[in-house]
T-cell receptor, first 115, second 112 residues
Framework: EAGVAQSPRYKIIEKRQSVAFWCNPI?????LYWYQQILGQGPKLLIQ????????DSQLPKDRFSAERLKGVDSTLKIQPAKLEDSAVYLC?????????????FGQGTRLTVV | SQQGEEDPQALSIQEGENATMNCSYK?????LQWYRQNSGRGLVHLIL?????REKHSGRLRVTLDTSKKSSSLLITASRAADTASYFC????????????FGDGTTLTVKP
């Protein structure tokens, strides 16, 4: 089965610019996650979707970050405007359902560098 | 703050030796998962252990869970150079099923 697809793999932007990341989850997976992973740290959940509804966005900096999952399949994560501290790897993951013992499958991530 | 904290932060061993990594957490959990991340790549799920389980095996991996101490350990036996990676524990808190909170990981280096 195809894995979680993310694009682009790498992105370099200047601060105050905007950027968007795209994720295509595993077919049939209802739950989609966006994580931010700063170098040397573990992934931090930004937002969790169940189909096209938001389940948890408590750690999403809503003044600059936005995400959507139209039609409950693909998702985009946007940052506008970017700050230096947004430099990180943005990981998308999906799982078959939301609940106990749910294994998440991760994409390879988008490495963002803000200069 | 992160729910899980791994210990040690870094571990270096020779090929063939065993590697043990520990994870401590703060709140009651439904289950705990271990993931591996190779440099520059996404995370790969290794094993899940539920709160009512004490030990689980998968190939050369052995995971234990002690809910009274709020801790888990991951043992990799007969390590190989290909095991070089970062290992993360992720906990699913009882209060938010489906949301995994990751620690900052243990970086394992296996020298050939």
């Amino acid at each position: 089965e195809a894995g979680v697809a993310q694009s682009p793999r790498y992105k370099i932007i200047e601060k105050r610019q905007s950027v968007a990341f795209w994720c295509n989850p595993i077919s049939g997976h209802a739950t989609l996650y966006w994580y931010q992973q700063i170098l040397g740290q573990g992934p931090k959940l930004l937002i969790q979707f169940q189909n096209n509804g938001v389940v948890d966005d408590s750690q999403l900096p809503k003044d600059r970050f936005s995400a959507e999952r139209l039609k409950g399949v693909d998702s985009t994560l946007k940052i506008q405007p970017a700050k230096l501290e947004d430099s990180a790897v943005y990981l998308c993951a999906s799982s078959a359902y939301r609940g106990q013992g749910t294994e998440a499958f991760f994409g390879q991530g988008t490495r963002l560098t803000v200069v | 703050s992160q729910q899980g904290e791994e210990d040690p932060q870094a571990l270096s061993i020779q090929e063939g030796e065993n590697a043990t990594m520990n994870c401590s957490y703060k709140t009651s959990i439904n289950n705990l998962q271990w993931y591996r991340q190779n440099s520059g790549r996404g995370l790969v799920h290794l094993i899940l252990i539920r709160s009512n389980e004490r030990e689980k095996h998968s190939g050369r991996l052995r995971v234990t869970l002690d809910t009274s101490k709020k801790s888990s350990s991951l043992l990799i036996t007969a390590s190989r150079a290909a095991d070089t990676a970062s290992y993360f524990c992720a906990t699913d808190a009882r209060t938010n099923a489906g949301k995994s909170t990751f620690g900052d990981g243990t970086t394992l280096t296996v020298k050939p």
